[in-house]
Each structure stands twice: as C-alpha cells, then as structure tokens.
C-alpha cells in the first residue's frame, strides 16, 4: 500500500513536468540506443547492448516510481489549513535551546524539500517532531547525531 503525499499545485505540476519528459522524450531515446546497439551484431558479446537495456530498465523504474507517487499525491488547499498548529506548507521558526540559534523551515512534501531554501521534509525527524505543534511549544527531536531542543517562536502560511 503506498502513502499519500501533499504537494503544492506548483510541486505537482513539476513532477507531472517530469514524467512527460520521461515518456516523451527519454524512454524513445532508450529504445533507439537498444535498436542502434542490436544492429551491432552478436547480441551475446555486446556491450553495449547490455548497457542500454540496464539503462531503460533504470528509466522504467523511474517512470514507475513517479507514476506511482503521482498516482497516490494529494493537493493542499492552504486556505483550509488550521495556522495555529504546525503542518505540512507552514512556515516554522524556532529556536535551538542549546545555543539559542534561530532557523526557519518551511514544512513541504519529500519530493519538494530543499535545505538550501529553508523547505524540509514532513517525514524528516524534525519536521516529523514539529508537526501539530503550536506556538511556544519546546520539542525534544532526535536526530541522526543526538537529540536538539527546540522552541517554536512563530508560524506561518506563505
């Protein structure tokens, strides 16, 4: 049974962006670099054969995986999201009890988290400890090198 993700309207568009892609442009591409390594010869001795039907059979999985996601995805309707409690597209900012740094994350689906950008992960440890939490709230989350404390400060919806 696969799990249900929520995604932004732009995050799912950009994964449907994706899969086409994968359809339309590489999954031919794949099926001419097999058609052009048969013409080669010996199938048995081919290298090259073997290496573009491992590549398609990567890219089948591929395709198979987003279809599937895509398949078990869910839109968020931000205005129905409660924004006195932490959830999935909020915009958390807290504070890390051992050394008073601040951070600010926003709450998104796997496929759409960017450290980079400030965007984590619901299913990561910390989004998963900040989830239904409101404001003034201090969560104890462990994580992969110990455990932090942090202290919700403020939530919003972007």
Known sequence: MSKVSYYTE????????????????ERPKASQAIAE???KGD???????????EAQGM?????A????TLANARIINESELDASKVLVLSTVEVINKANDAQMKY????????DLKSGKISVD????????????GDVVNITVPNGSIE?????????
Not at 43 to 53: C, F, V
Not at 106 to 113: C, F, G, I, K, P
Not at 150 to 158: D, G, K, M, P, T
């Open 65 to 68: 995986k987003l279809e599937n």
């Open 59 to 63: 890219l089948e999985m591929q395709i």
């Open 124 to 135: 990561s440890p910390i989004g998963k400890g900040l989830l239904g939490k409101k404001v």
């Open 10 to 25: 732009k995050g799912l568009k950009k994964l449907r962006a994706e899969l086409d892609k994968l359809r339309d442009i």
């Open 37 to 39: 390594a048969r013409d």
């Open 43 to 53: 199938l048995s001795e081919n290298a090259e054969y073997d290496a573009a039907k």
């Open 106 to 113: 926003t709450l998104v689906a796997q496929s759409e988290a």
């Open 150 to 158: 942090l202290e919700i400060v403020s939530i919003a919806r972007n």
